[in-house]
Structures are given as C-alpha cells and as structure tokens.
C-alpha cells in the first residue's frame, strides 16, 4: 500500500486540491436525498446499512468480510487507494467507515473535517444527482484485531489500569436514567465523553481545537499511553470518538461493534449505573 495521500483529518480545503486525483476515493455516507442534493464532485455514495449488520437485539455488528470485500471492491478501493470518507452529520457514520477500513487492514483513509456540512457551508464546488459510478478494484484484506474489542476482550480487562473504556452515549444512557436494552448503565468503570462534544457546532462541525480535546480527555484519564476502548449502543457514535482519538495520534484503540446493544442486552455483563 502506498504512502497516505491525505492527513487523516482532511480540511476541505485539502481535499477540494484531489478532486481531479484518481487514487483518491470520496466516499459519502449522508442519506440518499441528502446525497442527490449536494456532494463533492466525484463523490460515491454509500448507504450506511452496507457496513453494518445486526443479530437482534444486538445492532451495529460488522458484516461478513467476505461482504465488506465485495464491497469495497465494487467501490474501487483498491491497495494504493486513499478513501476520504465524509457524512452530514459530523463524522458518526463517516467514522464508521473509517474504523472498518483499519479494521480490515486499509489504512490510507482520512475523516473530512465538518463532512459535507463543512463542505457546503464553505462554498466548496458541488453536484447533484446519483453521484460516480466507480470501476471495480479488488480489495486487499488483511484483518487487524487490535481494532476491535468484543464483549469477551473487555471482561477480562475490566481490573486492567492499562485499559480505558470511553462511553460515547448520552448521560442519560450513561447513567441508567434512559435504558435502551434489556439493562441500562455502563461497563464497569467506563468514562464518559459524549460524542459530540469532539466537534465545534460554530465551525460547521468541524473538530474542535486539538489541545482542548486532549486536556479534556486527559482530564478523564483518556491518555496516548493506554489502550482505549470506545463504545456506545451500536458503535455508530462511538465511530466518531475512534476516528477522533486515532486523529488526536492515539495509536492503541480499538471499536466495540455492538456496544450497550450487546453488553446491556447479555446475563452475564456486570454494569454499573447513577
């Protein structure tokens, strides 16, 4: 895979420089009305329930590779293919996108700063319509487990000091107040970060000062030198504070596809609540 042709946080400015770069692959992931209104020049559309799959009442669950394969080939992400995905709300579904491509070894990718609102609000050149139609490239796959954490990784590293889970639901669900699976609360000494607290709604969503980000997290623990684990019900929200973390030069974090759907919905999760 060649070298990143893009920061993994891409101003819009940068990228509205490769609109005309064939390696590069935009990738949008607002709703489909949303998308035949406006996008980037050259944008593919992608609806989100193509990267995500659930075995009710757990949702948010990563497809078969052997899907996400066919797809990301049939959008023309091929090994030496930087994708910038980009979304209209501000970077959930859009980091989503992200964490699935590093999860599946991909890593030249970039979150566009503010997505499509940034896009648009700042005047940057549109299209209507159904969007490209990109020449098929076969994907490479090579499954990085570091990325992802599953009920059974976080249970037995519950006592762990090294370890750090990051809550990105509302206080509400946080605390037990709003119950959204069989049990509501947290995982057991998880911190709460509230996703959006990451972007800065007077920048067009676009992510908020860097060293404001960090002291806030720090304040909570949330350190470069720990393994960070992200989470909220589906691992939609909880996309965003991965991206968010792995931008921020985070290194050691990982996603948990199927969050409190999974963890709150099982007998045999401990919890915590208030």
């Known amino acids: 895979m060649s070298q990143p042709r893009l920061p993994l946080l891409a101003d819009p400015a940068v990228l509205a420089e490769h609109l005309e770069d064939p390696a590069v692959r935009i990738i949008d992931l607002s709703p489909g009305e949303v998308f035949a209104e406006h996008h980037a020049p050259g944008a593919i559309h992608l609806p989100y329930n193509e990267i995500v799959t659930s075995r009710p009442p757990v949702g948010g669950l990563v497809p078969p590779h052997e899907h996400l394969h066919d797809l990301f080939s049939r959008l023309g992400i091929g090994p030496d293919t930087h994708v910038a995905a980009m979304d209209a709300e501000g970077g959930g579904a859009a980091g989503r996108l992200l964490w699935t491509l590093e999860l599946l070894g991909h890593s030249a990718v970039s979150l566009v700063d503010g997505g499509l609102r940034a896009w648009v609000e700042e005047g940057f050149p549109i299209e209507r319509g159904p969007g490209a139609a990109p020449q098929a490239t076969p994907f490479e796959t090579a499954y990085d487990s570091t990325r992802e954490a599953d009920a059974t990784h976080i249970r037995a590293h519950l006592e762990d000091a090294d370890t750090i889970l990051l809550d990105a639901r509302s206080a509400e669900e946080y605390t037990g107040q709003t119950v959204r699976a069989k049990r509501g609360g947290r995982i057991p000494g998880a911190v709460h970060y509230e996703w959006t607290r990451g972007m800065d709604r007077t920048r067009s969503l676009r992510l908020r000062d860097p060293d404001q980000l960090r002291e806030a997290l720090a304040a909570l623990g949330v350190t470069p ?50």
């Open 225 to 274: 030198e720990h393994e960070i684990i992200t989470y909220c019900h589906t691992h939609h929200r909880s996309a965003f504070s991965y991206a968010l973390l792995r931008i921020l030069g985070y290194h050691r974090v990982r996603g948990y596809p199927g969050s409190w759907s999974d963890w709150g919905n099982r007998d045999d999760t401990p919890i915590e609540t208030g």
